[in-house]
C-alpha cells in the first residue's frame, strides 16, 4: 500500500515538473498531453488518472509553483518578533523580490505565472484565491498600520492601501518583466541580480511616498 501510494506521488510530481517545463515554453493552450508525458516518462494516460485532463494539471502546476515559492520565501521572511511596519514592508519586497529572481526557485515558475495573468486561463481565479490574495491582503495589513488607518472590516481595502500596494508590487515585478530592459539602459552600474540593493530602494522609495500620504490624510 504504501508502496503503491509512494509511486502515485512520484509520477505525479514528474508530470508537474514536466509539465512546468512545457507550460511554460509552449503556453497552455499549445502545450500537449502527450510530450509532458513523454518528458515525464509516464504512460500517457497518467495525466487523467492523476488530475483528470490538461487543465487540471496546470491548474495543479500553478498551484505547486506558487507555494513551493512561498514557501520557501515567506512574506515574513527572516523577520524577528517586534518588528516595525517598515521592518515588515522590507521583509515583505524582499521575499517577493526573491520569488521572482531567485534561481533557486524552478526556472519556469515566473515565466509561468506571467504567461497566466498576462494571457488567462481559466486557473486564473483559482491562483488569485490560493496563493496571490493571502499575499496582498498581508501587505495591505502593513499599508494600514503606516498609513495609521487602523483596523478595517475582513476583506475591505481603502483605495489608498490598495494603490500602495499596487505600487509597490508593481515596483518589484517589473524587475522580471523588465529585466531586458534595465540591462539595455543601463548595464554596467546595475547588478539585477543584486536583491538586497534593489530592496532597499524600493522599501525607502515606497516608505516615503506613505509617510507622504499619511501626513496629507491627517491634515
Known sequence: MEDSLGRSEDTKAKLIDAAG???????????????????AGTPLGAVNYHFRNKQGLYTAVLDHSMQTAIRKYPPDFGLEDGASPGEKLRAFIRSFLLRILDE?????????????????????????????????NYLAGILREMLQEGHAVEGEVSDRAFLC???IVGQCLYHFTGRRVISALHPKSFDPADIERITDHITRFSIGGIQLLSKRGSE
Not at 497566466?116 to 481565479?125: C, M, N, R, V
Open 165 to 167: 500596494a499596487m505600487s
Open 21 to 39: 517545463r512545457v507550460f511554460s515554453q509552449r503556453g497552455f493552450r499549445s502545450a500537449t498531453v502527450r510530450e509532458i508525458c513523454s518528458r
Open 104 to 136: 533557486g526557485v524552478p526556472a519556469w515558475h515566473m515565466k509561468l505565472i506571467t504567461q497566466e495573468i498576462t494571457d488567462p486561463t481559466g486557473a486564473l481565479g483559482n491562483l488569485v484565491e490560493s496563493s496571490i490574495r493571502p499575499g496582498y
